[in-house]
């Protein structure tokens, strides 16, 4: 299995910048897409943004332009820039790491941006 640790969340003025990070450990080789999704309050999970083992990006249409996912040299971070936040990004952040036999979940980190 893959176990996941997401840091970095916190609170933010409107138009900020925060970058979240996801450390993984455990069998990563078998993650093949590592992702970030969130949770808004009374709102279901959505997908922010993925990133393959090949380095492929996939964003959501309302965090295109800018939040930028990316992997760390050592293959086993993964983070997320987030800039010109807005309150509509509030919500608690999840790491996913998804691959043959693997769908793993951290624990979440909490963004709320607000003035």
């Known amino acids: 299995q893959v176990q996941l640790v997401e840091s970095g969340g916190g609170l933010v003025q409107p138009g900020g910048s925060l970058r979240l990070s996801c450390v993984a450990s455990g069998n990563i080789f078998s993650t093949i897409v590592m992702g970030w999704y969130r949770q808004a309050p009374g709102k279901e999970r959505e997908l922010v943004a993925t990133?393959?083992?090949?380095?492929?990006?996939y964003y959501a249409d309302s965090v295109k332009g800018r939040f930028t996912i990316s992997r760390g040299n050592a293959r086993n971070t993964v983070y997320l820039q987030m800039n010109s936040l807005k309150p509509e990004d509030t919500g608690v952040y999840y790491c996913?790491?998804?691959?043959?036999?693997?769908?793993?979940w951290g624990q979440g980190t909490q963004v709320t941006v607000s003035s």
């Open positions: 990133i393959t083992s090949g380095s492929i990006t």
């Open positions: 996913n790491g998804r691959g043959p036999g693997v769908n793993s």
